[in-house]
C-alpha cells in the first residue's frame, strides 16, 4: 500500500474516534498547538457509558465540559501534574488527581501513576514522506504513544510542521479523523511597571552569547521582551515562548556562541502566538525533543552559559523556593523549576534566577517569608538556589553562609516588612 492507501484506510470520523473510548481507559493527549481540540470538546458526550476513564492534562487550551462538570466524577476523571484554574477550582470534588514530579521525567512519571492505553493527538497534515508532526509538545507525548494500545489522530491543516523529534510515521495509527481548529495562544497580559523593573534587575545578570531559558509566566515574558538589546543569545528552553519568538525574528538569538546544539533553538513544547508558529514551521534551525531529554538536568548543564529564569510563588530567607502551591493548597505544579535550576548551576558560567514580586495580595502579604508558609512544597531547595529578584534588587545566595544569605533576601524584601522579617528571623534563631 502507498502512504496515501495507509492513510485512507485509517481515516474515520471524530464519532468514530470517541466510540473507540472504553471503561478502564487511561487517555493521555498533548496540550498547546497539539491539543486534539475536537476530541476534548465532545468527550464528556461519553461519559454515560464508561466508568473509570482518566484524562492526562495540563493547561487546557479552552474550556471544555468534560474539565468543568464534575458529575462526570466515576467516569472521567483526570490526572495531572500541573494545575491550572479548572484543577484549581475542581479540587475539592476528588475527581482531580495531582501527582508531584518534575518535567524531565513526566513521561516516565504518567506511565507509572497511570499508564495510558489511549493516545489522542492533533497532528499536522501527511508529508509527502508519510509522517505527521507532533509540533508543539512533547513533554509526554512520546512515551505515551509509544506505550498506548490505540492511537488518534486529530489531523488539523492549521498545525504546521516543526522539526526535531516530532516526526510520527502514519503506520502508528490506530485511526485518524480530519478537523480544521484553530491553535491556542498563550495569553500575553502587559507587563506592570514591577514586571518592568524586576526585569531590568535580571537582564543585567544576563550577557550577550549566554544560553536562555525562560519560564511560564508574565514575569519571564517581561524579561524575554527586556532583551532586545543582547546580542547573539542562545535558547535552551522547555518552551518556546512569543517573546523567544521576537528575540528569533530580530536576531538577537542566533545560537552562534551555543558549544551544544549550535545554532540551534532547542525546546520540548510551544505555547505563543500566531507570529510564533509562522516562525517555526518548516524551520530547520528550531529543534524540539521529548522533555525527558531537553529539560534532563545533566543535558541542560553541557550549555555553557546557561542561565535560567522563572518564577515562584513565595521564598524563605535561606533561599527555600515554593513555585507551586499556596501552603498546601496546590496551585500549579514543579513543571521544569528543578531542572532548569540545577541544570543552570552546575553548567560553566551558569545562572539560576529566580524572579518574584516583593509582595501578593495588594501588597499585605510578604512573598518572602521567615519559614515558608507551613504545608508549602519546597519545588528549588536552598542548597540549588542562586539568584533571587525582586522589584528591590538581586540577593546572590550561592555559596554564601545562613547569615549572608539571609542579609541578602531581607533588603530585597518589601520596605514595610523589612522590620518584621528580622524580628522573626532572630526570634527563630535562623542564625
Not at 232 to 241: F, K, P, Y
Not at 319 to 347: N, T
Request: glycine share 8%; hydrophobic share 35%.
Amino acid at each position: 500500500m502507498t502512504k496515501q492507501e495507509i492513510y485512507q484506510s485509517k481515516l474515520g470520523t471524530l464519532q468514530g474516534a470517541l466510540d473507540m473510548i472504553e471503561s478502564n481507559d487511561t487517555i493521555v493527549t498533548p496540550i498547546y498547538g497539539c491539543e486534539p481540540t475536537s476530541f476534548i470538546r465532545n468527550l464528556h458526550t461519553i461519559a454515560p457509558r464508561v466508568r473509570n476513564v482518566a484524562l492526562w492534562t495540563m493547561l487546557m487550551m479552552d474550556d471544555y465540559q468534560v474539565m468543568l462538570d464534575n458529575s462526570l466524577k466515576d467516569h472521567i476523571d483526570i490526572y495531572t501534574y500541573f494545575y491550572n484554574k479548572d484543577g484549581r477550582a475542581g479540587h475539592d470534588t476528588g475527581r482531580f488527581h495531582f501527582c508531584p514530579m518534575d518535567l524531565h521525567s513526566s513521561g516516565t512519571g504518567v506511565a507509572t501513576a497511570r499508564k495510558a492505553s489511549v493516545f489522542v493527538a492533533g497532528v499536522s497534515p501527511m508529508d509527502e514522506f508519510g509522517n505527521v508532526y507532533l509540533s508543539f509538545d512533547l513533554e509526554t507525548s512520546l512515551e505515551a504513544l509509544e506505550s498506548a494500545d490505540k492511537i488518534i489522530f486529530e489531523v488539523n491543516k492549521n498545525i504546521p510542521k516543526v522539526y526535531g523529534e516530532t516526526a510520527i510515521p502514519i503506520e502508528k495509527a490506530t485511526y485518524i479523523y480530519e478537523e480544521t481548529n484553530t491553535l491556542g495562544y498563550a495569553p500575553a497580559p502587559p507587563a506592570s511597571k514591577t514586571d518592568q523593573q524586576i526585569a531590568q534587575h535580571v537582564i543585567s545578570l544576563i550577557n550577550d552569547g549566554d544560553c536562555i531559558q525562560l519560564g511560564i509566566g508574565g514575569m519571564p515574558n517581561a524579561v524575554g521582551e527586556a532583551l532586545m538589546g543582547h546580542k547573539h543569545l542562545g535558547i535552551h528552553t522547555e518552551m518556546i515562548t512569543s517573546s523567544m519568538g521576537k528575540l528569533l525574528r530580530a536576531g538577537v538569538v542566533d545560537n552562534s556562541r551555543k558549544n551544544f546544539n549550535t545554532g540551534k533553538t532547542v525546546g520540548a513544547f510551544a505555547w505563543g502566538d500566531q507570529a510564533l508558529y509562522d516562525y517555526m514551521a518548516d524551520n530547520e534551525s528550531i529543534m524540539l525533543r521529548r522533555a525527558a531529554w531537553v529539560n534532563h538536568p545533566f543535558v541542560i548543564s553541557q550549555n555553557d552559559n546557561m542561565v535560567s529564569v522563572n518564577a515562584a510563588i513565595q521564598v524563605d530567607v535561606t533561599g527555600q523556593i515554593c513555585s507551586e502551591s499556596m501552603g498546601p493548597r496546590q496551585y500549579s505544579g514543579s513543571g521544569g523549576a528543578l531542572d532548569y535550576a540545577y541544570g543552570a548551576f552546575h553548567s560553566k558560567g551558569g545562572r539560576g534566577i529566580i524572579a518574584l514580586t516583593s509582595t501578593a495580595k495588594g501588597g499585605t502579604v510578604s512573598k518572602i517569608q521567615p519559614i515558608l508558609t507551613p504545608g508549602s512544597p519546597v519545588t528549588i531547595p536552598r542548597n540549588t538556589a542562586d539568584y533571587i529578584v525582586t522589584e528591590y534588587g538581586i540577593a546572590p545566595l550561592r555559596g554564601l553562609p545562613m547569615r549572608d544569605r539571609v542579609k541578602n533576601m531581607i533588603k530585597i524584601a518589601h520596605p514595610d516588612f523589612r522590620d518584621e522579617l528580622e524580628r522573626q528571623v532572630h526570634e527563630l534563631k535562623i542564625w
